[in-house]
């Protein structure tokens, strides 16, 4: 497969409306703008806009609290995602080591893969969700950069993890389970501020498996790409009667820039019947070779 990176973006894309981020350990943070690699799907950085600095016409002080990324945690100790063709079923185990230098089983993930078409799973274990702040000042200092960020892509949410395992078959059915250790400190560690290490351990699998479980790193495998929606540059003059859509919240999701992908992760071209002057077709796009004489 040429770029197996767009093939397991796009098949996440698909289920959560979400982009996973194929280098975990490279940070994608909230409020990063840039643009989507066509070629490779991965997210192309082109600056952070807590690190703009405002026109003349607005001053916004963004180093207030106030308007910083909200962090919390999730609510459960694993998120998982998966596309079409995908059981999973976990067991979290206990998370913390009961006895010095004890090796625990943290969690245990079994998959099963239908087969027939590529597959993909993502799981992360102790998520963690940050989000932008629904604050006016955040619009108003990108309203003011148009120079820099109209047209781009603003990352308004990111999942972050302590530990995650990405893969993606290659169109074969099949089972196997991965298992998180985790390696606790002896006490006095803990209380000194020692953190338990996790490792990953996965049967034999046929397909891409990546892994990351560094307990000094912080992963961040999923993001949110949203676009303002097209009126969000015009002048408030010229917008007649609608209503303000301006809010983060209303903005639209970003759709992937490539045709749909085949088996093979190539771009499958849809036929535009119109655009080649052919009216003898079905309303799905395909020619109708039944047409009445």
Same mark, same amino acid.
């Given at each position: ?70 962090? =919390? ?8 995602? /998966?596309?079409? +063709?995908?059981?999973?079923? @976990? $067991? !979290? &185990? ?76 290659? =169109? ?8 998180? /250790?985790?390696? +606790?400190?002896?006490?006095? @560690? $803990? !209380? &000194? ?101």
């Amino acid at each position: 497969m040429k770029y197996e990176s767009r093939k397991f973006i796009d098949l996440i894309q698909g289920v959560t409306s979400k982009w996973a981020n194929w280098d975990p350990p490279r940070p994608i943070n909230v409020g990063d703008y840039g643009m989507i690699d066509n070629e490779t799907g991965e997210f192309d950085w082109e600056g952070n806009f807590y690190n703009l600095k405002t026109t003349n016409k607005i001053y916004i002080d963004m180093t207030d609290p106030a308007l910083g990324p909200i962090e =919390q945690e999730g609510g459960d100790d694993i998120f998982i995602v /998966k596309s079409w +063709g995908v059981t999973t079923k @976990a $067991v !979290n &185990a206990s998370t913390e080591a009961a006895m010095p230098c004890a090796v625990n089983v943290a969690l245990k993930v079994d998959f099963q893969f239908d087969g027939g078409k590529p597959a993909a799973a993502l799981v992360m274990y102790k998520p963690r969700y940050i989000s932008l702040p629904k604050d006016e000042r955040i619009i108003r200092l990108l309203k003011s950069r148009p120079d820099i960020l109209k047209g781009k892509y603003v990352v308004t949410e990111v999942i972050s993890c302590a530990a995650y395992v990405m893969y993606m078959s290659d =169109q074969k059915a099949e089972r196997f389970s991965v298992t998180l /250790k985790a390696t +606790g400190p002896i006490a006095p @560690a $803990v !209380n &000194a501020g020692g953190a338990a290490g996790f490792t990953w351990s996965a049967e034999t699998v046929c397909g891409l498996y990546r892994e990351g479980s560094v307990s000094t790193a912080k992963y961040m495998p999923l993001y949110r790409l949203k676009n303002p929606r097209s009126k969000f540059w015009w002048p408030f003059g010229q917008r007649g009667d609608e209503p303000n859509d301006d809010a983060i919240d209303k903005w639209e999701d970003v759709d992937p820039p490539w045709d749909p992908l085949d088996d093979n992760g190539e771009e499958d071209e849809i036929y535009d019947a119109e655009m080649h002057g052919d009216f003898g077709v079905f309303n799905d796009g395909y020619p109708d070779d039944d047409d009445d004489l």
